[in-house]
């Protein structure tokens, strides 16, 4: 079982930025993915950026790109997703996500993950 803690979400204006962090525990193997995705009121969930653990490659939604960024710090098994510029349309709930590995393969938004965590509300006013 892996256990997935999100925070740092709350209300901010528009061209604010927020950093969300998404802590891991339990039976952490050395080689997985960790995803944010976000679902808004009345919409399907999205994928927004995800990393690969080990290797530190990234891979974003295009709506993101160039505003967000996904990074990690191993000592804390806490990934981080830091959103600039915000908009109205980043409101959602954001929640991380983790894709156990058994061989390496490239982050991706696509693929099935394993464990969710419980999701931060992100308000951008406008």
């Known amino acids: 079982q892996v256990q997935l803690v999100e925070s740092g979400g709350g209300l901010v204006e528009t061209g604010n930025s927020l950093r969300l962090s998404c802590v891991a525990s339990?039976?952490?193997?050395?080689?997985?993915?960790l995803g944010w995705f976000r679902q808004a009121p009345g919409k399907e969930r999205e994928f927004v950026a995800a990393l690969n653990w080990r290797r530190g490659n990234t891979v974003y939604a295009d709506s993101v790109k160039g505003r967000f960024t996904i990074s990690r710090d191993a000592a804390k098994n806490t990934v981080y997703l830091q959103m600039n510029s915000l908009k109205p349309e980043d409101t959602a709930v954001y929640s991380c996500?983790?894709?156990?590995?058994?061989?390496?393969?490239?982050?991706?938004?696509?693929?099935?993950?394993?464990?969710w965590g419980q999701g931060t509300q992100v308000t951008v006013s406008s």
């Open positions: 339990g039976d952490i193997f050395a080689s997985y993915t």
């Open positions: 996500a983790v894709r156990i590995l058994q061989r390496y393969e490239p982050p991706s938004g696509n693929a099935v993950y394993d464990y």
